[in-house]
Nanobody
Framework: QVQLQESGPGLVKASQTLSLTCTVP???????????LGWIRQAPGKGLEWMGA???????YYSPALENRASISRDTSKTQFPLQLTSVTPEDTAVYYC???????????????WGQGTQVAVSS
């Protein structure tokens, strides 16, 4: 099992861009073209929300609700795949997770390899 690691600011002001990074240990980011590298979030009192994913070859997929604001990329030299979310509002306050799995739209932590999550608060 691979332990991913999220990093980024814990507090962002409304209307700004949230930038988070997920680090995949070792050479895993180039290891297997069957995997999707995804971002998922969980707002207070709500379930997991799949945000989007990128493949090792660079194809991206986004939730329709976020496709105008979310952007996922990959940096194979650093074994990282960053997430950017523009024009954030307090409704974007959540724990943000990154994960690696053979499933595109992850909505359960029982599938794939996940990070521990990073709390992000958006102030108004």
């Amino acid at each position: 099992q691979v332990q991913l690691q999220e990093s980024g600011p814990g507090l962002v002001k409304a209307s700004q861009t949230l930038s988070l990074t997920c680090t995949v240990p070792g050479s895993s980011i180039t290891a297997n073209y069957e995997y999707y590298l995804g971002w998922i979030r969980q707002a207070p009192g709500k379930g997991l929300e799949w945000m989007g994913a990128i493949t090792y070859s660079g194809s991206t997929y986004y939730s329709p609700a976020l496709e105008n604001r979310a952007s996922i990329s990959r940096d194979t030299s650093k074994t990282q795949f960053p997430l950017q979310l523009t024009s954030v509002t307090p409704e974007d306050t959540a724990v943000y997770y990154c994960a690696r799995a053979r499933v595109l739209r992850l909505t359960t932590r029982s599938v794939g390899d996940w990070g521990q999550g990073t709390q992000v608060a958006v102030s108004s």
